[in-house]
C-alpha cells in the first residue's frame, strides 16, 4: 500500500517525539543524579531537554528512522531507540547502590510519565466529546493533538519496556550488575558487540510481547471510559 501525505506527517510526528522522549529520559537521569549529589552531568550540561545534548546518532536518529520511516515503505520493524548515555559517577552518591538504582530508574519512569500524559490527554478528550474520535473523522482542530496522545503512549511506553532490557548499555543492566556476583561483572560489561545485536534483533520482539497486553490494557480502559459517558 502506498504511502500517503498524512501517513508522513505521522512519521514525523513520531520521529520528534522520539527524539523529545529521549532527552526527557537521558534529562530525568542527569537531574536524579545532580539530586543525588553526582553533578557530573550537570557540569557537561546534561540537565537540559535539548536534544543536541543527547542525541546519537545511530540510536537517536539512524535505527529509529529506519523503523519509523522504512514503515511507510514496507521495511520498518519495531521502534527501539537509545541517546547518549548521562555519565554518571557513583562514588559522589551518599548511597552508592540505592542512589545509582534510583537515578538509572527516573529515565525510564519519565517515559512511564509521558505515557499516562497521552492517555490523560485521550481521557479528556473522551470527556469533553463524549466519545473516542476516529483518526480519520476527528476534528480538524484536535486532529494534532489526538495524534500526539496516542503516539506518546506508544513511543513512551516502547522506550520504557526497551531501556529495561538487562543489555549493557540500557538502564536495565546497570541496575542488575548491582545484583550480579562480583566475579560476573567484567563479563556482563564485555558484552560489546553481541549485546548490540541482542538489541538490535531481539529487543524489538521482548518489547513487543510486552507492549501488545498493555497497549490492549490502555485501549481497554478508554473504551470503558468512553462507555460511561454516551
Known sequence: MQATPTDFVIALFE????????????CAHAWTASLLGDQTARLQGRVTLNPRYHIDPIGTLLIPGIAIFGALFGMG????????PTPVITRNFKKIVRDDILT??????????????????????????????????????????????????????????????????L?????????????????????GMFSFIL?????????????????????YVLNTLQGSVS
Open 104 to 169: 538509572t530508574l527516573a529515565g525510564p519512569v519519565s517515559n512511564l510519565l509521558l505515557a499516562f500524559i497521552g492517555f490523560v490527554g485521550l481521557a479528556v478528550m473522551i470527556k469533553l466529546q463524549g466519545h473516542l474520535p476516529d483518526a480519520e473523522t476527528v476534528m480538524t482542530n484536535l486532529r494534532a493533538l489526538y495524534t500526539l496522545c496516542r503516539l506518546s503512549i506508544f513511543v513512551n511506553l516502547a522506550l520504557f519496556f526497551f531501556n529495561l532490557l538487562p543489555l549493557p548499555p
Open 77 to 84: 520493524g519495531f521502534l527501539i531507540g537509545w541517546a547518549k
Open 199 to 219: 538489541m538490535i534483533f531481539a529487543g524489538g520482539p521482548v518489547v513487543r510481547f510486552f507492549m501488545t497486553p498493555t497497549l490492549g490494557l490502555v485501549q
Open 171 to 191: 538502564d536495565g543492566s546497570r541496575i542488575l550488575r548491582h545484583f550480579l556476583p562480583y566475579n560476573w561483572l567484567s563479563a556482563y560489561d564485555r558484552m
Open 15 to 26: 520521529f520528534v517525539l522520539l527524539i523529545f522522549s529521549l532527552s526527557v529520559h537521558e
